[in-house]
């Protein structure tokens, strides 16, 4: 049977459409391999420079230890166990001064974002004391808790406090106006426009808070466990430079490093699924 001219342009038209569909695919699918080789490159480079410094002298050895001896001392430390011990408490700590300044800041920024009465008693007098140096409220807290676990978290609690109460205040007012008012339009509750409209509209500010938050947590640790501490990795940079041992100086921060990114890559997760609704940049590049 002879096929006519437009069947024959259909089917043309339907195999150029696969083709270039399939093509489409392969091209915006990424590999995570890729993804996990190019943030690892500049690290990579940075890690060859810095043992070529090293070993060729252009850098003092006992001021600037070459990577391999960091290794070594970072797997001297994990066999006699004391790495475990020392991150274990600094983990300790961060986790428990981010919960409760979190939620600090999740009461606090919330009552002060929906209501302008409540921001105009409360904003000015949380914004002069985040004006205050963090090593500012050391003594005080020592006066106040004693050099236990106590003032470390609470110091850390108020590190975190601050971008996490700033996000969720600015998240909850940018709400747009419109949308509060298609939502009393259609007879939503005070219940309602909250769950509805303005926490869904505010969670990408709250998750750019945690994120924060969680980075100062990290910060402020340091200057808590400088508070007395006997175990921590702030402890470790002490007892380094107490010692005269720059390599436990080092160590100590690049552990602060690892973990600090462990964090907030676990944290960007939970992002990324609670705000998986988000139709953004990111995606369109297809990562």
Do not use: C
């Not at 409220?137 to 020592?142: K, M, N, S, T, Y």
């Not at 100062?216 to 002490?238: K, T």
């Amino acid at each position: 049977m002879a096929i006519s001219q437009g069947q024959q342009d259909t089917e043309k038209t339907t195999w150029f459409q696969k083709f270039t569909s399939i093509d489409k695919k392969a091209v915006g699918a990424k590999s995570p391999w890729g993804n996990i080789g190019l943030s690892l490159l500049l690290p990579v480079l940075l890690i060859i420079v810095w043992e070529l410094a090293s070993r060729f002298n252009y850098v003092a050895p006992h001021q600037l230890p070459a990577p391999t001896i960091i290794v070594q001392t970072i797997w001297a430390m994990a066999l006699d166990g004391s790495l475990w011990t020392h991150t274990s408490i600094t983990l300790y700590r961060v986790f428990l001064g981010f919960l409760w300044g979190t939620l600090a800041a999740v009461v606090l920024g919330s009552i002060v974002g929906m209501f302008s009465k409540a921001e105009t008693m409360f904003d000015p007098m949380i914004q002069a004391f985040r004006a205050i140096p963090s090593l500012a409220w050391v003594p005080l807290f020592i006066l106040w808790l004693g050099i236990g676990e106590g003032s470390k978290i609470t110091l850390i609690a108020v590190g975190v406090f601050f971008p996490v109460y700033l996000n969720i205040t600015g998240g909850i007012q940018s709400v747009d106006r419109k949308l509060i008012e298609v939502g009393k339009a259609y007879g939503l509750s005070t219940y309602q426009l909250v769950k509805r409209i303005i926490l869904p509209a505010s969670l990408p500010s709250f998750f750019i808070g945690l994120r924060s938050g969680l980075g100062l947590g990290w910060m402020f640790v340091v200057a808590a466990e400088l508070m007395g501490a006997s175990q921590g990795l702030g402890f470790l940079l002490v007892f380094g430079q107490n010692m005269s041992q720059p390599a436990v100086i080092i160590s100590s921060i690049i552990l602060f490093a690892i973990l600090g990114k462990i964090t907030d890559t676990i944290l960007k997760k939970f992002q990324e699924k609670a705000l998986h609704w988000q139709d953004t940049m990111e995606k369109s590049q297809g990562k």
